[in-house]
Nanobody, 113 residues
Framework: QVRLVESGGGLVQPGGSLRLSCAAS????????MAWYRQAPGNERELVAS???????NYAGSVKGRFTISRDYTKNTMDLQMNSLKPEDTGLYFC???????WGQGTQVTVSS
């Protein structure tokens, strides 16, 4: 089974930026669809963004224009560049594939003054 490890989270002020990375145990080129999800305390996990093997992307309406999802084949990672962060972006961020594999530990993003 594909193993995915998230990293890059942290504490930032509103308006700041973070770049998350998802490292894959297998060749990322063989995974057709990858995606980022997030879960805020007390809320359900939601889809943030997805990307196909050929680079087609989709974003949740709440992050359009602020987040950019990409694949880095040199590092074999899927990344999420997050700009203009808002307090409501706070949550535990996970990556996964389609079809879905096991969930990892996630990486915490906290946007606060």
């Amino acid at each position: 089974q594909v193993r995915l490890v998230e990293s890059g989270g942290g504490l930032v002020q509103p308006g700041g930026s973070l770049r998350l990375s998802c490292a894959a145990s297998t060749n990322l080129k063989t995974i057709g669809v990858m995606a980022w999800y997030r879960q805020a305390p007390g809320n359900e996990r939601e889809l943030v963004a997805s990307i196909t093997a050929v680079g087609a992307t989709n974003y949740a309406g709440s992050v359009k224009g602020r987040f950019t999802i990409s694949r880095d084949y040199t590092k074999n990672t899927m990344d999420l560049q997050m700009n203009s962060l808002k307090p409501e972006d706070t949550g535990l961020y996970f990556c996964n594939s389609y079809p879905r594999t096991s969930w990892g530990q996630g990486t915490q993003v906290t946007v606060s003054s």
